[in-house]
């Protein structure tokens, strides 16, 4: 179809990064569409936990809400407050957004559609996410404002003592699958009992602990002492204003995206169907493998994050916000030790062959 | 065994390191109990705070057993080049037990009268006798750099632990930026030795240098692991942080960094320069010359001016480094012996003398000035006599052990040739006995400033006795130690 | 000048340039900020030279741990900076002096040395060769730590542990004085703990 681009000298001179291009793009753009919709999902569901509507006017059933938002926050003025490190106020939003984008890199949709197959996908996954802090931090900073360097300061312990737990939990999921390379764990947990054989079984307390942290990480409640509206006002966005502060919305979104994506490809295997391998489904006879067959792995891989998007929201409308010292407290002396025992059990899980999951049988 | 094995990649299942673990036996067993120490203290209040104390000291009696059921004279290197177990680390090894039991014991009721008696100066210590193990069985620069930082870390953390004294946290800081930067110049020489060398096994390193002895990259790195060693044993010029560490520290750490750190260190210097270093001897030994030259110059005559004992105590030190180092110095096995035994003596006497210093103080009280000595005679004659040995053999009278070990190391400087160095070192040894032989004025010649009665517990003060008797009895038996220390030379 | 060659140049010119507004910026948290950015560049390098373990951890831990935490204590402390430069013209003559000194005996020594004379005695260090796709620097690195460092491995890692206890040890302070809540009890009261029912006859209006 393209022949006639494809064709030329230029372009085969510069294909690897025209290609690239393109694929970041064919990931970015969905996402940014993604997070959009995430956030009028969010106002759609605890609107209706919270039995109200929610937007309705914008669009059929106010479906059109996200792009009103959008263009109400381009139009808006960018105001620097007085006394602000102008370079760094700029930056911080770009860097939180930049890290949540970058991990995407890793994400394998499928068997082959990953950007990058990385052997060290886990490790860049978590180098890449721990940047994000920086965002909060310089832009608490560079806002010179006392709520914003409070937000920034709640948010580099908390993300800090979190990030612990999250990696612990990353070394349970590195030993049991034996790879670093996010397709490799995806096919590790491919069995003959479908979702029985994904590593939230095995790994039950470490996928806990991770999707909690998870939800510590991207500041996302009840975890959100960071921005604390009833106590600093917004914490360390308080000073931002329209694109500067969509920018950090979006990034926001985008980091609940990709933890979400992460928990699914780490514990509920990626883009494997949940009858992976059954043939006799609850011993009824019934063929579920091959029902199921023409379902592509992508759909299961997005209808897993959507079920964690959800969690997600659903926990914003139910739980009231954790006191800081208790969030400390949950982090350190509770998800540390529990991510170390249960790394010990790991190894000799793998030792012992456990099966379904390890052994000659997976 | 074979269980784990079946499971192990094949590269770990082909290593040695597994078969050879027996050899690091001691290592080990003060690692585990280390760890025991430090997770039993947390369930142990201030009230029954004394099981970390019988655990520790526990600990170090087993390793005593352990280690001289298992010595050996035999060299054997094991853990790909990094370890060696020999004579000369087995018995260093066994005297940093004796001198860190001798430690704990002396200042148990100096931390009970202080409210410093917690878990963390046992877990710590015991740490740092790790890192003096992990120093003397290494034979790689590697090793050596992470043996000395373990010890580093745990004295720097031991300096400030009493918190609220602002001469400890001052000391803790001097001691801490000095000894990075010690350290650094450690690494500093250590990298342009494997620039040159292309290994960090002393013993590939010292087959390198034989074939190029004036390669200007190894003399060059040699310079600055000089200057690194010459930091940690406290030689002039290098030598600034001694003093006020020493005064500024609790007792019961200053008699810690006083002591068993020095067998450590000694132990350091004879692999660098011995082990590793030997093609170069022609070179470090002019600078050693120098080195020991000035630490007893400035030692001796500093030590005069001094009013605080554990300052004076300090400088002393720095002329006793003086003297090791004249021993090595010599680069021959008689004065490597001479050296190691003065080692182990002055740990001996430094014990005794901190011990003195702990003995007299209370609650509230630190005992720390030379002033506190007088009249001890009219006070408690028994402990003033323990102090006078303790003097005197620190001034190299004979028959206490001092002079021995004094002795042997100018024998040894006079069997290669130096007769002038020798004459040097004894006449700045005579300028010393002076501050020495000032204490026993103090104590048998002057009236006491308080004449109240000495409380010092049971246990110390026997421990103190047999200080004392050990340094008399060694004096006039001194081959009981020389003769261990010939034979594993 | 290769692709590879010009990356290296430019990340190398970046750390250098970053490493010298660290000593020299006089705001701390933009000193912090530089160093930061330090690291980063010092890690791009490594990933050229496919050392992407090292590269990725540097990230993980300086910059997503350890610098966050001293970001921390930085904007905690009101740091005064002309406190901090009291007395630096009475002592840049001192400083000079040494580091002049210094140089001139590094440049003596060097000088005296041929410079083909000093390639010899200096091993020349092959650049590695390239690696095939599949080769993975964690296994590599993890082989190695494992066998042959193992001994220097499990000692860092008492260090690291020492350095714990260490810190611990001198900062932990339980003050009788703050108040403290047990989440324990907090969460398992029961009604009857905290409610009692009154009953009381209604009152009649007068």
Known sequence: ?362 | MEFIAAYLPSAMMNDQTISQLPLALPEIVMLCMASIVLIVDLFLNDKTRGGTYILSQFTLLALVVITVMSFTQQKSIAFHGTFVRDGMGDLLKIFVYIVTFTVFLYSKSYLKARDMFKGEYYVLGLFAVLGMMVMISAQSFLTIYLGLELLSLCMYALVALQRDSIIASESAMKYFVLGAIASGMLLYGMSMIYGATGSLELATINAEVMKNTDNIVLIFGLVFVLVGVAFKLGAVPFHMWLPDVYQGSPTAVAIFIGSAPKIAAFAMTMRLLVDGLHGLHVQWQDMLIIMAVASLAIGNIVAIAQTNIKRMLAYSTISHVGFIMLGIMTAEKGGYTASMFYTIVYTLMALGAFGMIMYMSRMGFESDKLDDFRGLNQRSPWFAFIMLIFMFSMAGVPPFVGFWAKLSILKAVVAVDMTWLAVTAVVFSIIGAFYYLRIIKLMYFDTPQETSAIEGASDLRVMLSLNGIAILGLGLYPELIMGLVISVM | MTGVQFLFYAFAAMMVFCALMVITVRNPVRSALFLVLTFVSCSAIWLLMEAEFLAITLVLVYVGAVMVLFLFVVMMLDININRLKEGFVKYLPVGIGVAGLFGGMLTWLLYNVEAADLKTKMRTMYPPSAKPADYSNTEELGEVLYTVYVYPFEIAAVILLVAIVAAIALTFRRRTTTKYQNPDQQVSVKRDDRLRVVKMDSEEKK
């Not at chain 1, 926050?73 to 102008?86: D, M, T, W």
């Not at chain 1, 965002?135 to 580099?156: D, E, F, H, P, T």
């Not at chain 1, 307390?205 to 959100?224: C, K, Q």
């Open chain 1, 1 to 362: 179809m393209f022949d006639f681009i494809t064709e030329t000298a230029l372009f085969k001179e510069y294909e690897v990064y025209i290609m690239t291009t393109i694929y970041v793009l064919v990931i970015m753009i969905p996402l940014f569409v993604a997070v959009a919709y995430t956030t009028w999902l969010e106002r759609k569901v605890i609107g209706a936990m919270q039995v109200r509507i929610g937007p309705r006017n914008v669009g059929f059933r106010g479906l059109l809400q996200p792009w009103a938002d959008m263009f109400k926050l381009i139009f808006k003025e960018i105001i620097l407050p007085s006394g602000a490190n102008k370079v760094l106020f700029v930056i911080a939003p770009v860097i939180t957004l930049a890290s949540a984008v970058a991990a995407w890199a890793v994400i394998p949709f499928d068997a082959e559609k990953v950007l990058s197959k990385v052997n060290a996908g886990l490790l860049y996954v978590l180098a890449v996410t721990s940047v994000g802090v920086y965002g909060v931090i310089i832009a608490g900073w560079a806002s010179n404002s006392k709520y914003a360097l409070l937000g920034a300061m709640r948010s580099a312990a908390q993300i800090v003592a979190y990030e612990i737990a999250m990696g612990f939990a990353l070394v349970g999921v590195l030993m049991a699958a034996g790879s670093m390379n996010l397709g490799e764990i995806v096919l590790a947990q491919k069995g003959t009992n479908g979702l029985l054989d994904w590593y939230w079984l095995p790994l039950l307390p470490l996928f806990l602990v991770y999707f909690i942290s998870g939800v510590a990480e991207t500041n996302r409640a009840p975890f959100d002492v960071a921005e604390g509206e009833s106590e600093i006002v917004a914490g360390f966005h308080v000073e931002y204003s329209g694109m500067t502060f969509a920018v950090f919305f979006l990034a926001e979104y985008a980091n609940m995206i990709l933890i979400s994506a992460l928990a699914s490809i780490m514990f509920l295997g990626g883009w494997l169907s949940p009858f992976e391998g059954v043939h006799n489904f609850l011993w009824l006879g019934i063929d579920m493998h091959a029902l199921t067959a023409w379902v592509p792995g992508m759909a299961w891989f997005f209808a897993k994050i959507f079920i964690f998007i959800f969690l997600y929201l659903w926990f914003r409308a139910t739980f009231p916000r954790y006191r800081y010292d208790q969030i400390m407290r949950l982090g350190w002396k509770v998800f540390i030790p529990i991510t170390i025992v249960w790394i010990l059990v790991v190894g000799f899980m793998v030792l012992g062959e456990v099966s379904p999951w390890w052994g000659a049988t997976a």
